[in-house]
């Protein structure tokens, strides 16, 4: 053993002395060879106890948290295959005594569960495609574009972030009805086509790229939409993806929206037909109803899964710069 330790000492000592000073990088690498390195943790710094205990009893908090978050997702799946009589039985029974599989049925013959996705399927789906598409095309000239006013007009265009929808809803409802495409889906999609968090979020990100980049497009003749296209919008992707999740998530799950405007049945939403199945506290069946909540939580959930890497990427990337 001590030969060898000895074998990889003479090693080290020769591969640094080629290329470093050998210094500090021996001392390094013969306490490797050692096993004397002190262990550190993914981010570099050395593992002390004290790190060590702090690491795990935030550890301990993430998994409370994520449990307080999951156990009522896991309840209401649960509860959808319980009769509807069993669903707030006292005390509470997690697991059902006969599972009920005839509720995905019933919810599918019931109702018209297949039109509701059908709607909501293709609001989530226009309605991010121009949320995104508008929102990175204006970030694009508020972050490389310098015009008089730009940062005044960005930071007022923002600010409308912070005005609550119920303040011009009204006002909103009655252009609508006169441009005549209340009670369309159309409503919706032009309600939520543009969005300022959008153009936020992508700005923030664009200004991580460098601007030389861009400016070396232009010497080679790119247009400003060039540039747009080819440059900023691939370089882009974790930011994009982050959009369209947050976008998409938020159109599927939106409720007054198609409350206010889509009165016709056969424009219902998931969510807005789902509301239908209670009519009052003491006559609602229950597990039918979260059959259908379960349904509408699917796509949602394998959406997040495929895209959180870039969403998590995304949101990160984008406040470094602000």
Do not use: C, H
């Not at 949602?300 to 899964?305: D, E, G």
């Amino acid at each position: 053993m001590a030969e060898q330790q000895q074998i990889e000492r003479d090693a080290a000592d020769r591969l640094v002395s080629d290329f470093t000073p050998p210094t500090a990088a021996v001392r390094s690498l013969r306490k490797l060879a050692d096993g004397n390195e002190p262990k550190r943790g993914p981010d570099g710094e050395k593992l002390t106890p004290a790190r060590r205990i702090g690491r795990i009893l935030m550890y301990i908090a993430l998994v409370i948290f994520a449990i307080g978050l999951l156990t009522p997702f896991v309840w209401m799946v649960l509860s959808s295959f319980k009769s509807s009589n069993e669903v707030f039985s006292v005390p509470i029974k997690w697991l059902p005594e006969t599972w009920v599989w005839q509720n995905y049925v019933d919810i599918w013959t019931q109702s018209n569960m297949l039109v509701w996705i059908r709607n909501t399927l293709f609001l989530a789906v226009v309605v991010t495609f121009l949320q995104v598409l508008t929102g990175s095309f204006a970030a694009y000239g508020f972050a490389r574009m310098k015009f008089r006013g730009r940062d005044v007009l960005f930071l007022l265009y923002v600010g409308t972030i912070a005005v609550p929808w119920q303040s011009y809803m009204i006002p909103q409802f009655i252009m609508l009805s006169n441009f005549k495409v209340s009670n369309t889906l159309w409503s919706i999609i032009l309600l939520q086509a543009f969005g300022a968090f959008g153009v936020f979020l992508m700005k923030q990100f664009y200004e991580t790229i460098p601007e030389e980049l861009s400016e070396a497009a232009r010497l080679d003749g790119l247009s400003e939409y060039a540039i747009w296209r080819k440059i900023m919008l691939p370089l882009s992707i974790p930011a994009l993806a982050s959009l369209t999740l947050l976008t998409f998530v938020n159109t599927w799950n939106d409720y007054l929206g198609p409350l206010i405007y889509l009165r016709n049945p056969d424009l219902w939403t998931i969510q807005l037909g789902l509301k239908g199945f209670v009519s009052n506290l003491f006559d609602t069946n229950y597990a039918l109803l979260f059959a259908g909540l379960t349904i509408s939580v699917i796509p949602i959930a394998i959406i997040f899964l495929l895209g959180q890497k870039y969403f998590v990427e995304g949101i990160a990337t984008s406040g470094l710069k602000g």
